[in-house]
């Protein structure tokens, strides 16, 4: 049912922590399951994501995701961080099963609030980023992957 990948970055997740006086913190959750993701980020004066670490409480999946937008996110400029979608982060797993698909939105949108936070503070707008939703419960359309 899952992709080796999956089991590896479940079992073993990638920066799992938090990180004191960051530069942006977003935290996400998910009306239908309860699951909630926070994503903190280290961020230089390039823009650069120096460090970034995840807290997770939800299920494998969410676990996996998380760690694996970390692992895509980090050393890219918070521009190339937004095209870290819960696409790429799925492929990057070698796909999820469908029921699951909604999991990998979580982190995308923790991303999102992170990046949001880090702009708000340091009053700058980041080109094609959208205030993000912190209920995602019910705009997820399953069917559309
Ligand atoms: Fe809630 Fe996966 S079941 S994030």
Redesign the pocket.
Known sequence: MYSEKVIDHFTNPRNVGEIENASGVGTVG?AK?G?IMRIYFDIDENQVIRDVKFKTF??G??VATSSMATELVKGKTVNEALEVTNKAVMEALDGLPPV?V??SL?AEQAIHAALWDYAEKNGIVIEGLEKPVTDIGETVEEEEY
């Open positions: 998910n399951c699951d939800g299920c999946a969410a699951k909604h999991c979580l």
